[in-house]
């Protein structure tokens, strides 16, 4: 609760022209994009939106707000952009924790489950015969697995894949993970449902305004 120094980094969330959730940001940036008029800010109780004159009046009624020289300004949690109005495709980061989280922790080829420690990242075809690092290619595998199949195809080392990998599928949970805020469950599909970026209700949304946009950030926020 209240004003950090951490508030300027937390996370905002973007919508498109049409109302779409697409990304988050900062609040840093999304303060900027306000002042240059390039968005507005929404109120995720009223669905109101300010400009940044406005939005610069409101009174903080216990709301999360950053510090300013001036006067404490309402921290911008959800912004809307003024042109932007298509819905880019989404696609999950390829990177460690990704995999991780992708093969469960469990070694591709024999199925244990280790411990981070004790598993490495395997390149299906070797990088030495022109294997790509991509989702496609890479595997959790296990210190052993690794050593049995060294710098070979699974086939010349007489191994088999448990599945075959494949890019995981984009989703809200995927992307904001723990740095997901209450007061913007309005805006984003329901958690669990087909997480392809396409919320529909738009700002029909019903506003249930049950009192959580009080909590000024939920821990740490966003990786990268
Ligand atoms: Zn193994």
Redesign the pocket.
């Known amino acids: 609760m209240g004003p950090t120094h951490g508030v300027l980094g937390e996370p905002t969330l973007v919508l498109n022209r049409s109302w779409m959730a697409i990304t988050t940001t900062t609040v840093r940036r999304a303060l900027s994009l306000l002042f240059q008029d390039s968005a507005h800010a929404v109120c995720p109780r009223t669905f109101e939106v300010h400009d940044f004159a406005s939005w610069a009046s409101l009174a903080v009624n216990g709301d999360p707000f950053v510090r300013t020289v001036r006067m404490p300004l309402r921290m911008p949690e959800v912004i809307v952009l003024r042109s932007y109005d298509a819905l880019p495709l989404r696609t999950v980061a390829f990177s460690r924790r990704n995999l991780y989280r992708r093969d469960s922790f469990m070694?591709?080829?024999?199925?244990?489950r280790?411990g981070t420690e004790e598993l490495t990242i395997d390149h299906v075809t070797p990088r030495s015969r022109g294997g790509r690092t991509s989702w496609d290619n890479c595997v959790l595998?296990?210190?052993?697995?690794?050593k049995r199949k060294a710098n070979r195809p699974p086939e010349e080392a007489g191994m088999r894949l448990v599945r075959q990998p494949v890019a995981p599928q984009w989703s809200w949970d995927v992307e904001l993970g723990p740095s997901r805020r209450d007061s913007w469950e309005g805006f984003l599909p329901r958690r669990n449902g087909h997480g392809n970026g396409h919320p529909a209700n738009g700002h029909h949304a019903p506003a249930n305004g049950n009192g959580h946009n009080g909590a000024n950030g939920h821990g740490p926020n966003g990786h990268h």
Not at 107 to 112: L, M, P, S, T
Not at 141 to 146: G, I, L
Request: aromatic share 8%; hydrophobic share 25%.
């Open positions: 070694c591709q080829y024999c199925g244990v280790p595998a296990c210190v052993e697995c690794n």
